[in-house]
């Protein structure tokens, strides 16, 4: 099944992986975030941790590419994503943690729209059970369409869930300004 029951398993591994990662970004400045499904308690999710590593300082983008090379990833790009660089394993610099638990890594700027779209939208879910059911719902309805094919999910999450994500940051963007 492409997508799994919730599990506390998920924060685990995310501070597993963060731990890992700091260690090779120690001394650069920087913020790690879980984002994505795993990250909102009782979404049941594909179990692929999702992880943006912020900076504040233009600079330290080069400086935490560096570091994460050196500790076993390769830089792939920002995928067609303005300011959300994506980062994947290499398999040439072993470590048992990085290797074993599935994750996305990003790396983002802080006033980067991805990161504003991926920590909006996880927050809103976390708050809002109405919005996490409906979502895990849809997301449900398009494994099944997809036959659960990981690709034609994607390309179909793509499609028909953005609208619906729209429509919960915009109803954060709203609150966040109401108690502001």
């Not at 919730?6 to 260690?23: A, P, Q, S």
């Not at 504040?56 to 300011?83: A, D, M, S």
């Not at 429509?167 to 502001?180: L, N, P, R, V």
Request: charged letters at 35%; a positive charge.
């Amino acid at each position: 099944m492409l997508i799994k029951k919730y599990t506390t398993e998920w924060i685990k591994d995310f501070k597993d992986l963060k731990r890992e990662i700091k260690i090779g970004l120690v001394g650069v400045e920087h913020k790690i975030e879980h984002i994505g499904s795993t990250s909102v308690p009782m979404l049941d999710s594909k179990p692929i941790i999702d992880i943006d590593i912020i900076y504040e300082h233009e600079t330290f983008f080069e400086i935490i590419k560096n570091r994460l090379i050196k500790i076993g990833y390769y830089h792939n790009g920002n995928q067609g994503i303005e300011e959300r660089e994506v980062f994947k394993r290499n398999g040439k610099c072993k470590n048992e943690i990085l290797d074993t638990k599935l994750h996305h890594l990003y790396v983002c700027p802080s006033s980067s729209k991805a990161l504003e779209r991926h920590i909006l939208s996880r927050n809103f879910l976390r708050k809002n059970d109405w919005a996490r059911l409906k979502y895990q719902g849809m997301k449900y309805e398009l494994a099944e369409k997809a036959n659960q094919d990981r690709k034609l999910y994607a390309d179909l999450k793509e499609l028909n869930i953005n609208d619906f994500i729209d429509s919960i940051i915009e109803k954060e963007k709203a609150f966040i300004q109401q108690t502001s």
